[in-house]
């Protein structure tokens, strides 16, 4: 780690991990055409029934105060926010790897292209919203945690406004690039590997969160009675 700083923070294994699952939230959307196009070209949706179906999938992120609520409210092996970081993480990659061989199945006609792969498919995008939302209220805890200097001022930067600002430059940047590189790279990566492959690809991204969240200092907690 040495000397090096993002923002002006110390660049701990903490400060990667937590620009890191900003980064999972910015990419995410790696996979929207690939979605849109999988539900008219492959399942012939119309434009009409594709607005629909594709706003079931927000509906995860309507109650993300939930999530909060249970986070806090019930522990996972003694942490309120790491433990879920890896659930939600496991989650979104498990329906994003499910939809790949889903696709996959569709795609080359051993599966029907009817009401139960359109079942399927908002089912499995829904999950992932959902692992995702989690995540995302998660680590906006954590930031909250540390701005408001739960974690010390170890670094020496004095805490207060200043490091809660750079903090959060931090994450939205990360979340930022995260998002450009979706939106770059998104259209080419279905029009050259398809939507299939592109799911496939997606499932990978919430595998980091997973993989940061222990990195991330946090108190053990004692469920609530």
Known sequence: EGNLRLF?????????????????????????LAQTFYLKDTLHIGPADLALLSSISII????????GFISDTYPLFGYKRRSYLVL????GSAAWGALSLWSGCVGSGQCPAGSTAIAAT???TSIASLGLAFSDVLVDAIVVSKSRGASGDEDGEGGGQTRAGALQALCWSSSSLGAILSAYFGGSFVQEFGSTFVFGLTASFPLITAGVAGLIQEKRAVAAA
């Open 122 to 124: 908002i089912g499995l």
């Open 60 to 67: 995860p992120w309507v109650i993300k105060p939930f999530y």
């Open 88 to 91: 939600s993480g496991f989650l």
């Open 8 to 32: 002006g923070i110390k660049a701990t294994a903490e400060t990667w991990a937590i620009s890191l699952v900003y980064f999972v939230q910015g990419i995410s959307g790696f996979s929207r």
